[in-house]
């Protein structure tokens, strides 16, 4: 992080007279000041006219999070471990979540760098006992995130039922058991903001990963529900995919990729979305190698028959898929309610966009 220097001017001593042409030389001076932009005012230095640095960003980001209670499910490796890192180094107080003793370790660095930190050797999917650990050593939970995950890799021709159903419930099960332990807390408190992880394979599927895959997408569904549902009350949940070097992609990420998606990349990215001046609610965030880019459902214009037959939806299959036509961008079961029914809005969508 780096250090704002203050310049401090001191004058000792009796000051000379001036003749009339200094005493003028000083007059133009200050005239030329007074029709300077403020900002340009202030970073000019003392004395010599140079500029002052600029001030980093970074510089406040001791307080962003002041005060703030904070818990991390799955905060002991990886990605949970840099954001309980860095919410620390906000100033936040965070619970470390973790199924390990690895919580533990994280807590002691937080501390070692001045933060303020708690530990709790839980698994996701006890969200009661994480909630608990939270209010009797932090004071309750204004942000959550739940960063909890597992892998069992295999072709889906080979892939037994112990392998779909572990990955199923540690990352639905386990989003589910901590969004529900302390959904209550945020309620009556009239705010809190939570960020689920999903994953690309949630969003586009992959190969060899159809129950990680099914697993991050329902986490897709379970945010924008429950941004529909808390958004009342005041609680936003949103998700972020991050595409990061982790224990979980050590044997997927190519060399290349391990140098570029470093987690220390992402973790400014999901720290700004669980923040409290921002009012996202319901959105999915892609981000790794310092970039990060919304993403949402694109709608075809489509075709519609009075009668439909088989043989003429077949006929006419490309007009059902083609996008170049227009588009527009559904975000509730209402928009699809409306295009099934044939609303004028549908017929005539707000949002059209022209390809081609």
Not at 234 to 263: C, H, Q, S, Y
């Amino acid at each position: 992080m780096s250090t704002v220097m203050s310049s401090i001017v001191t004058f000792i001593g009796t000051r000379p007279l001036r003749s009339a042409s200094t005493r003028l030389a000083k007059r133009s001076a200050l005239a030329r000041q007074r029709k300077m932009p403020e900002i340009q005012r202030q970073n000019r230095g003392p004395k010599t006219g140079r500029r002052r640095p600029k001030e980093s960003g970074r510089m406040s980001v001791a307080k962003l999070f002041d005060r703030s209670r904070v818990v991390v499910v799955g905060g002991g490796r990886g990605l949970g471990r840099q954001y309980c890192l860095d919410l620390g180094q906000a100033g936040a107080d965070v619970l470390v979540a973790s199924q390990s003793d690895a919580a533990l370790t994280v807590v002691d660095e937080i501390r070692a760098a001045g933060g303020a930190a708690h530990g709790c050797v839980s698994d996701a999917r006890d969200g009661d006992r994480i909630a608990a650990a939270a209010r009797e050593h932090i004071g309750g939970i204004d942000a959550m995130i739940v960063n909890a995950g597992v892998v069992r890799d295999r072709s889906f021709g080979k892939m037994g039922g112990e392998e779909w159903s572990d990955v199923m419930s540690v990352h639905v099960d386990g989003a589910f058991a901590c969004c529900r332990a302390v959904w209550d807390d945020m309620r009556q408190q009239g705010q809190g903001s939570i960020v689920l992880t999903t994953s690309g394979a949630g969003l586009h599927g992959n190969f060899g990963q159809a129950n990680y895959a099914a697993a991050k997408g329902a986490i897709i569904a379970l945010a924008k529900s429950l941004a529909t549902e808390g958004k009342r009350a005041g609680i936003r949940v949103n998700a972020v995919a991050p595409m990061a070097l982790t224990e979980m992609t050590e044997d997927v990420f190519t060399p290349e990729l391990k140098a570029a998606l470093d987690v220390e990349r992402v973790s400014p990215f999901v720290l700004a979305l669980l923040h409290r001046s921002n009012s996202a609610n319901g959105l999915v965030i892609e981000t790794g190698g310092g970039w990060a880019a919304a993403m949402r459902w694109e709608r075809s214009r489509g075709l519609r028959l009075d009668a439909p037959g088989v043989d003429a939806v077949l006929e006419r299959w490309d007009e059902i898929v083609d996008f170049a036509a227009g588009s527009d961008w559904p975000k509730t079961t209402a928009d699809s309610l409306s295009a099934a029914l044939g609303a004028e809005t549908r017929d005539q969508p707000r949002h059209v966009r022209k390809m081609g």
